[in-house]
């Protein structure tokens, strides 16, 4: 049927079809999502004109430095992700592409991901408070302690939780601050007895930390290869799998002792 057209009459008709197929995949939505670096926030400040940590019952120490708990922002599970979008992420170190489903559980609604978010972030502030007063020796029935982060779901915040809590009970024990003055920033689950968990996000909270003005970052020890892609100059890492483990570093990080790398 074509072999009387010249060839780039040919050519010109063969190109319309994948023209079109292109075109449909531009415009196509795709199951992924856009994360960035998110806010971060300091759980020995005040967050939305409340305190992050609120203690009675106990005497507070007065802290100095900061400790600031650090998170990811992504496009909502209802977003529309196109094929620009993919692959804009995929070049630029400050944004990550991620399936859809590994953001958002499949099958839930926003209301219902909104609730297990904040499901999560109460889980991890009770665990944060036992693993903080375990830590400490203290009896439970001793002290009222009380945590506020607005806006923030998930559980990733609980490793600054219980170390905010510690430095504002018991400081480094030797009455001066775990922070040593600076800003700390990090991320990491934590159960009760203390283990820390890996959270995901990591490189891009990094992103967020360095934004923040923090020179050192804890992180899970198992997501230590990915804290370190894209990792923003001057911000050191410093892997954790305890709650011991943390704060033992924290104090080298002052004494000058050897603190464990990624």
Known sequence: MFSRLSRPVFLALCAVPIVALFAVVALAPLPYAIALPGLTANVLGVNKG???????????????????????????????VRIGDVVKGWFRTKEAVL??????????????????????????QDD?????????????????????????????????????????????????????????????TINGSGTVGAVGGVALKTQAAARAGATVFLVPKAECSDAKVGLPKNLRLVPATTLNGAVTSLKALQSGAKVPTC
Do not use: C, W
């Not at 400790?67 to 209802?78: H, V």
């Not at 958002?104 to 991890?124: F, H, L, R, W």
């Not at 375990?134 to 009896?139: C, E, Q, S, V």
């Open 50 to 80: 409340q305190p992050v940590i609120t203690i009675t019952r106990a005497p507070v120490r007065k802290t100095t430095g900061q400790l600031r708990m650090t998170t990811i922002e992504a496009t909502g599970p209802s977003a529309t």
């Open 99 to 124: 399936p859809r489903d590994a953001v958002y559980p499949a099958g839930q609604s926003v209301k219902e991901i909104d609730k297990t978010n904040t499901d999560d972030m109460v889980q991890s």
């Open 128 to 188: 944060a408070v036992t693993a903080a007063l375990t830590y400490l020796h203290k009896d439970p029935k001793s002290v009222d302690i009380k945590l506020h982060l607005a806006d923030v779901g998930g559980p990733s915040a609980g490793l600054l939780f219980t170390l905010g809590i510690i430095d504002k009970l018991n400081g480094n024990g030797a009455g001066g601050d775990l922070t040593g003055g600076r800003t700390i920033a990090g991320t990491g």
